[in-house]
């Protein structure tokens, strides 16, 4: 058959028009995330299919500070205004003992209800540190009253053991209990000694190097160390004749403040002026020393709780901080009171507890990790 050349053209087009009409009509493939069931990993997709920005997270840092989600519970406890607490230990009872040193009481708080009690000390005490002794009293070095002074936690009965009258103004500072149930104790103008509280028997040392006795301890074999804050070293003390031998950390002038042996009876030490935390070996000698995270640490209170893990007290940073020995990192958990001054740590199993002077409160982090 013959077909003229408009008919032709005419059927071109309507095939043309077909052809471009299928095209419009077909869907689009549907866009979707891989499949992770094949061990690959899902790339998230925005509402508009296309994969958002990955998250990306930080290298592992020698110190960091938790973020609300690793953060221990912190809390504190208000004490009475003006009472400026020092030092604090926790009590056998589950409370906790503080030496109020400006208004010259021994306090004793309830964490679970908030409820306080306080000891007048007597006329002029300015008590220092406060530890529990093996009676399961506290035991406090009082600079004003410059006596060792014990309180029956039972009938709250004040006990003094005052130093000898030429021993004056010793300014006293911190004691330690050794292996025989000898109370040893510093006062930062030149002495340390001893008490024999079974006989009340008391002996007062003239300190090597003179000015600087502060923080004292015990290891758990028993032996006796204290730091010299203004003589910048720390001294081992022979239970048996009374004498202290001088041991000089690596860094002078560091200015160690106070000492806390961990269970393997290493000695730890807060050097406040150099910002530091050392540790030294009785067994070999050795020392080790780290500076604290931060611009201008200052290094004052330091303690070894249960796990080994060491705490100390950051004026520069109004921060507690962690040092774990075995990973040689920090943590840093901010103080939530400004200018707190935390001048002594101490614990029980799962909590650390600080004396904030600086805030008229004691806090206490609560770490849940117990033995």
Partial sequence: MHHTPLRCCSLLVILLLLFLTSCVSQPAPPVTAPDASAGETAIPLTSAGVPSEPETSSPAAESATPTSATLPAVQEYAVPPGTHPHDVAPATDGGVWYTAQA????????????????????????????????????WITDGGLNAI???DPATNEVQRFDLPPDRPNANLNTAAFDGNGILWFT??????????????????????????????????????????????????IDLGTG????????????????????????IWVSEWDAGQVGVYDPASGEWREWPLPGDRPQAYAVY??????????????????????????????PLPSSSASVRQILGRPGEIWGAESGADKLIVIRTGVTD
């Fill in 103 to 138: 208004s010259g009481k021994l306090g004793w708080l309830d964490p679970t209800t908030g409820e306080i009690r306080e000891t007048e000390l007597g006329s002029g005490a300015r008590p220092h540190g406060v530890i529990v002794g093996p009676d399961g009293a506290p």
């Fill in 187 to 236: 006062g930062q103008n030149g002495i340390y000694g001893r008490l024999d509280p079974a006989i009340g028997e008391m002996q007062v040392y003239d300190a090597p190097q003179g000015r600087g006795p502060y923080g004292i301890d015990a290891t758990p074999a028993g032996q006796i160390f204290y730091a010299s804050l203004a003589g910048s070293h720390i001294a081992q």
């Fill in 149 to 151: 002074v014990r309180v």
């Fill in 243 to 266: 004498e202290a031998t001088v041991i000089q950390p690596p860094t002078s002038s560091q200015g160690a403040r106070r000492v806390w042996a961990d269970s393997q009876g290493h």
């Fill in 304 to 333: 070894v709780d249960e796990q080994d893990i060491v705490w100390l007290s950051d004026f520069g940073a109004n921060a507690l901080v962690s040092f774990d020995p075995t990973t040689e990192t920090f943590t840093t958990y």
